[in-house]
């Protein structure tokens, strides 16, 4: 067994989206290796409840890393020190004792605090919403081998799916960009004959939404691939721009009414 | 808050069109860095003439200045001009949005992927742009060039590039192209659409090779001139 760890906290601690927010100060004592980050912050609140102080408010959800809900940036890096690894998945055994971490919530003017570090990610939903969708004839289910499709493909389709919605490249990226993320939304239905009708509609609906909920813009830094804790790769953005280029240059405006059999 | 007042942009923000959008502000500053980094190039073999004499430099300037019956360099002109315009729109357009992304910084914000020729694209743009004027009135037009001479422009070149100060600061210009070319030349292609496995590592080999050659090859003139190889 290994030691406990006693560790300094520095927590960004915020009452709502209209105050201020300042760093407190907090020990940690007597943290387990064998803990998750998570489960440290709660040892954490247990003594601030017992104080009678208010206990720090963060996301979580499943802590089993599939659910992309718990947010926060450990010492500089979404999601802290490990490569691919969310928040609830990190165990304290990557700290030595002694340590001091800071612990801010997602930075971005489209993800305003909520409470210290839970931060709104309504944008997402807004940019899924926009467009992340498909039309599906319902009826009973086809066979599942009637429509041919390309390992290659249902692969590339879902590698991009594995993205969790966490908001961690946006939280890496220096100018707050959503671009992987809405890339690894675009391409996971991109990629499949079922996302094909609404393919050049999809990538302008969900960038045009991206836009309006002011995120930045991909400046290629590279940030957000080395952040993803689902390994979503920035090749993503390349094909949504491609996409991109493609529909804004063959896009008709809505024609009314049908011509067809009248 | 920002969010557009938590509703679906839709259908009347797809109107807003392409040169409104990022993505297709990023396709114009790719699309004009290409033409500014292809005319870099072909301005940096041009030069290479300066090795060959007075004779051959002069015979050079002379042929862009009558090509085309004289009209080839004002075409060159213009698509230059509409290049820098429409690029340095898109850069300052976007870097302010990208700054108003992120109101709030980080205590602690550690970059891991980014490098330093990346983050200071803006600063190295900026002094790319001064530089641009600057060169312009030195050896264009003359205004700033100690003794300038309409019919040679080899002897602006060399005596241009005397002065140490105008050498020095040429020199700090190309650094600058470097880094803005190190970056920008595969940071284009990511903008244009253009990755796949099998050639992304070509695409770091070559802006770096690009960026060598040019850059190199443009401080080698200053250097030759102040070491009296070029007089
Ligand atoms: C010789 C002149 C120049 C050349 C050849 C050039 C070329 C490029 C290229 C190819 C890109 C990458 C485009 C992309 O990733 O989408 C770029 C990006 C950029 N350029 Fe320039 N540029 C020049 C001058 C300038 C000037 C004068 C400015 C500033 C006023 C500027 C500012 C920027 C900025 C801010 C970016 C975006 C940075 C990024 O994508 O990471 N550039 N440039
Ligand atoms: S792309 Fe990666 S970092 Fe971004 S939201 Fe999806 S899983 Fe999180
Ligand atoms: S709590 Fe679900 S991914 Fe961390």
Same mark, same amino acid.
């Given at each position: 067994m290994s030691k406990d760890l006693n560790l300094t906290l520095h927590v960004w601690r915020q009452k709502n989206a209209k105050c201020d927010g300042k760093f407190v100060e907090y020990p940690a004592k007597n943290i387990s290796p064998d803990m998750s980050f998570l489960e440290m912050l709660d040892i954490v609140n247990e003594d601030l409840i017992r104080k009678g102080e208010e206990p720090i408010t963060f996301d979580h959800d499943c802590r089993e890393g599939i659910c992309g809900t718990c947010s926060m940036v450990i010492n500089g890096r979404p999601h802290g020190p490990r490569e691919r690894t969310t928040t609830c998945q990190l165990h304290m055994r990557s700290f030595k004792d002694g340590d001091s971490v800071t612990i801010e919530p997602w930075r971005a003017e489209a993800f305003p605090v909520i409470k210290d570090l839970m931060v709104d990610r309504g944008a997402f939903d807004r940019i899924?919403?926009?467009?992340?969708?498909?039309?599906?004839?319902?009826?009973?289910?086809?066979?599942?081998n009637a429509l041919p499709i390309p390992k290659e493909s249902a692969d590339l389709s879902m590698d991009a799916a594995a993205c969790i919605g966490c908001g961690a490249c946006v939280a890496a990226c220096p100018n707050a960009s959503a671009m992987l993320f809405v890339s690894a939304k675009i391409n996971h239905l991109g990629h499949l004959p079922q996302g094909q009708p609404e393919r050049y509609l999809r990538v302008r609906d969900m960038i045009a939404q991206m836009d309006a909920e002011e995120f930045g813009t991909c400046t290629n830094h590279g940030e957000c691939e080395a952040a993803c804790p689902k390994g979503i790769k920035m090749e993503n953005i390349a094909r949504m721009n491609r996409d991109f280029i493609k529909a804004s240059l063959t896009y008709r405006p809505a024609t009314t009414g049908g011509g067809g059999a009248g | 808050m920002s969010v557009a007042e938590q509703s679906i942009a839709g259908a009347e923000a797809r109107g807003h069109g392409f040169l409104a959008s990022s993505v297709g502000r990023k396709v114009v500053m790719a699309a004009t860095g290409v033409v500014l980094f292809g005319f870099v190039t072909v301005h940096m073999l041009g030069n290479l003439t300066s090795y060959m004499g007075a004779e051959a430099m002069n015979h050079y300037a002379e042929?862009?200045?009558? @090509? !085309?019956?004289?009209?080839? /360099? +004002? !075409? #060159?002109? *213009?698509?230059?001009?509409?290049? *820098?315009?429409?690029? /340095? +729109? =898109? =850069?300052?357009?976007?870097t302010l949005d990208n700054m108003a =992304?992120? %109101?709030?910084?980080?205590?602690?914000?550690?970059? !891991? =992927?980014?490098?330093?020729?990346?983050?200071? @694209?803006? +600063?190295?743009? #900026?002094?790319?742009? *001064? #530089?641009?004027?600057?060169?312009?009135?030195?050896l264009t037009t003359g205004t700033v060039h100690p003794n300038f001479?309409?019919?040679? %422009?080899? *002897?602006? #070149?060399?005596n241009g590039f005397k002065v140490p100060a105008a050498a020095g600061f040429y020199i700090v210009a190309q650094l600058c192209l470097g880094l803005h070319m190190w970056h920008g030349v595969w940071s284009c292609t990511q903008s244009l659409g253009l990755a796949h496995p099998r050639y992304d590592s070509l695409r770091r080999t070559f802006a770096t090779g690009l960026t060598v050659l040019v850059v190199g090859v443009n401080i080698s003139y200053p250097i030759a001139v102040l070491t009296g190889f070029i007089h």
């Open positions: 899924i919403a926009a467009g992340g969708f498909i039309s599906v004839p319902t009826g009973s289910p086809q066979d599942a | 042929f862009l200045h009558t @090509m !085309v019956h004289g009209m080839g /360099i +004002w !075409v #060159f002109r *213009a698509v230059l001009l509409t290049a *820098a315009g429409l690029h /340095i +729109w =898109a =850069a300052v357009t976007l =992304a992120r %109101p709030t910084g980080y205590r602690a914000q550690q970059n !891991v =992927a980014s490098t330093w020729s990346s983050r200071t @694209m803006r +600063w190295s743009g #900026f002094i790319l742009a *001064a #530089f641009i004027v600057y060169h312009l009135l030195h001479n309409h019919a040679n %422009p080899y *002897a602006n #070149f060399v």
